[in-house]
Structure formats: structure tokens, C-alpha cells
């Protein structure tokens, strides 16, 4: 009977050296998309001086791996990396590709990712030269990337945060493009995110969201628990405002599933924290 015992272990111990070690899921990643809305003393009451601490509440609360923001001025960066000490952020100003005009920046997790890359490119047919406009856009546009080693997994992924342009349907339509190209040339699993200025029904909304075109999909119509929120992201500082569709967004690459999409209308008293709300999803890398 020993002996039996003794056989059968040693062929169970056998049967266990053979099998492959399974490594440990990914965690999931909280990416947030916000347009804080630049400093302009026409704001009145909702000018950047009487919210910033909102905006860093509600950061801080929500607490994402993976931040980008919009419509941010040099000074409003500066407040926020100061107080966000658990990130770093990457990014140029638009207008010098140094710190002139807005940024675009995009901050990660300093415990969670290592940087292995990151760039700017300008949303034009010069996408190196600092400062040029595309097609019939009214400003310069960018999109800000990075390359991210997760420290825990090793597995590497790139991210952009970029805004469109609010007049030029070109420069939009054109933008979606130079933002598919760059997920098609880069191979690793991508997340796209940013303000858009367009709706779901648009030309370059329906490029980004389609995966033969992008490889991308939007966050909100796959995650697998319903979207929470509202379905609009603008508001103008208007807590009443009800915009039918969202027009800042998150796309992700199918390397990815999504647990959960928000809308984030955190208010104080009816005051926003800015005139977009936040965007938040929880997604994580397929194995």
C-alpha cells in the first residue's frame, strides 16, 4: 500500500513539472479622459482659480492609471503636476512644441508603468513641424503618446491623448485618419483617448470606432456592465445640460476587454469642476 502511494505521487509530481505555469491576469487599467478647460478670466465664477482644487478632487478620487487632459495652459499643468505627486506626465505646448498654448498631456501611474517612449505630433500633413495647422482647423492640434512597461505584468502598451479641432471637418476627419495609421503602425496594444469634438454619428468618430479601419473600439458600446452617466460629456458649466452624445471618448485596441465605462458629473452645490465631464473606463489586457 505504501508502495502504491508512494508510485502515485511520484507520477502526480511528474504530471506537474510538465505543466506550463499559468501567469497571474493582468490588472485592470482605470484610463480617465478630462478636458479641464483653459484658464480664461471670462469664465467669471467658474474660471480655473475658483475650481482647480475641484479638478484635482475629483483626479484624485478617481484615481486612474492613465490620465489625459485637455485645454490645459502651462501654469494649470504646472498646479496639477504639483499636486498629483503619484504621476508623470509628458507633453509640449502646442503652439512652440515647448510651452506656449495649450497642452495635451498625458500622465500615468508612476507605481503601476515605467516609460519606455514618448512624443508629440502635430494633427496636420507636417506632423513634426511645432505649431502647423491641418487642413481647415482654426488652431494647432496634437496628439500625445507613450510608449508604458507595466511594472508588475512586463507587458508594454501605448497610449495617446489628443484634441480635435472644434471648427475644421477636415482637419477632424483627417486627424481620425493620422490617429488610425499611428495604432496600425505601432503593434502593441493601444488606448486612444481625448476630446474629439465630434459625435458617434460622424465621419471621424465612425473611423475611429471601426476596427477595420482603426483596430480600435469604443470603451462605451463594449463594456460589459452598462454605461453609467449621462450620455453627453459637454456642458458648459451647465449641470441642467444634457447633451444627447458624447464627444470626448476612449477607444482601446481588441488586446483589451472593458469592465466598466462612466461619465463622471461629480458637482459641488450645482458647481463643475469643468465644462466637459470626465470619462472613465476600466479595462484590461486579454491574455
Same mark, same amino acid.
Given at each position: ?129 511645432? =505649431?502647423?495647422?491641418?487642413?481647415? #482647423? &482654426?488652431?494647432?492640434? $496634437? ?6 512597461? !507595466?511594472? %508588475? ?82 456642458? =458648459?458649466?451647465?449641470?441642467?445640460? #444634457? &447633451?444627447?452624445?458624447? $464627444? ?6 481588441? !488586446?483589451? %476587454? ?30
Amino acid at each position: 500500500m505504501k508502495y502504491l502511494l508512494s508510485l502515485l505521487a511520484t507520477v502526480l509530481l511528474a504530471a506537474c513539472a510538465h505543466v506550463p505555469a499559468q501567469s497571474a491576469d493582468s490588472a485592470p487599467i482605470r484610463a480617465m479622459t478630462f478636458n479641464i478647460r483653459l484658464d480664461v478670466a471670462s469664465d467669471g465664477e467658474n474660471a480655473w482659480p475658483h475650481r482647480k482644487e475641484m479638478v484635482e478632487a475629483v483626479i484624485k478620487h478617481e484615481n486612474p492609471d492613465l490620465l489625459g487632459m485637455q485645454e490645459v495652459l502651462l501654469h494649470q499643468k504646472q498646479y496639477l503636476e504639483a499636486e498629483l505627486t503619484d504621476y508623470t506626465f509628458v507633453g509640449v505646448g502646442r503652439d512652440d512644441g515647448a510651452e506656449a498654448g495649450e497642452f495635451s498631456p498625458l500622465g500615468w501611474r508612476n507605481d503601476r508603468f515605467a516609460v519606455v517612449d514618448s512624443g508629440t505630433f502635430w494633427l496636420s500633413p507636417t506632423p513634426e513641424v511645432a =505649431g502647423s495647422k491641418g487642413w481647415d #482647423a &482654426a488652431l494647432p492640434r $496634437i496628439a500625445t503618446w507613450a510608449v508604458l512597461r !507595466d511594472r %508588475s505584468s512586463g507587458e508594454t502598451i501605448r497610449v495617446l491623448n489628443t484634441h480635435f479641432d472644434h471648427v475644421g471637418t477636415a482637419a477632424r476627419a483627417n486627424a481620425a485618419l493620422m490617429i488610425a495609421e499611428w495604432v496600425a503602425d505601432g503593434g502593441a496594444p493601444a488606448i486612444v483617448m481625448g476630446d474629439f469634438n465630434v459625435k458617434p454619428d460622424s465621419e471621424p468618430y465612425q473611423v475611429l470606432a471601426d476596427t477595420a479601419q482603426s483596430g480600435l473600439s469604443d470603451t462605451r458600446t463594449i463594456s460589459a456592465l452598462p454605461p453609467y452617466g449621462p450620455p453627453g460629456t459637454f456642458t =458648459g458649466f451647465d449641470i441642467m445640460a #444634457a &447633451a444627447e452624445a458624447p $464627444i470626448d471618448h476612449i477607444f482601446a485596441t481588441g !488586446d483589451f %476587454s472593458v469592465n466598466r465605462y462612466a461619465v463622471v458629473t461629480q458637482h459641488w452645490e450645482g458647481r463643475l469642476p469643468s465644462d466637459h465631464y470626465p470619462v472613465v473606463a476600466d479595462i484590461k489586457l486579454r491574455r
